[in-house]
């Protein structure tokens, strides 16, 4: 059975970074920790330190993305819960529906999958990889 080491991550789909940041950053005073874009799927990401976990804001940058479907049928919100684990991979396959294999990508320079088929109450669910050293032993667990 998957061990999952902790909440990683909650993301939340956006049409426009910059204008979130008004709300996560300036309103509720969440530091950025990290920023970047992807080519494949080709995104934003940036991550907002929420105390034992991060607020991920994910925005499309292809108006023919699937991300960019997903948000005209279901509008901006919670688009995915994920999990850090030992072995990514391996993990994601397990929790796959029917044991599809996952596609591996990144996100903070880590190792990360969506789990195929499955969902959690509407959720989406990826694995990332777990690091103790950066997660639990770098991690003050609470907001400054």
């Known amino acids: 059975m998957t061990l999952l080491r902790r909440l ?3 993301a939340v789909a956006v049409r426009d970074t910059d204008e979130s940041l008004r709300y996560f950053r ?3 005073g969440l530091q950025v920790v990290s920023a970047e874009e992807l080519d494949l799927p080709h995104v934003r990401l ?5 105390g034992n976990a991060y607020i991920q804001l994910i925005e499309p ?8 479907g997903w948000l005209d049928e279901h509008g901006e919100g ?3 819960l994920c999990f850090a684990v030992d072995d990514v991979l391996a993990a994601a396959r397990e929790l796959a529906a029917g044991g599809e294999a996952p596609k591996a990508g ?3 320079g880590r190792v990360s999958a969506f789990v195929p088929g499955a969902s959690a109450h509407g959720l989406r669910l990826e694995c990332t990889e777990f ?3 950066e997660d639990v032993d770098g991690n003050a667990g ?3």
Not at 46 to 50: P, V
Not at 61 to 68: F, K, P, Q, V
């Open 78 to 80: 919670v688009h995915h």
């Open 131 to 133: 690091r103790r050293d």
């Open 142 to 144: 609470w907001l400054r």
């Open 61 to 68: 940058l292809d108006r023919n993305a699937d991300l960019s």
């Open 106 to 108: 990144s996100g903070r």
């Open 8 to 10: 990683d991550h909650v």
């Open 46 to 50: 940036t991550y907002l330190d929420a």
């Open 26 to 28: 300036d309103r509720l």
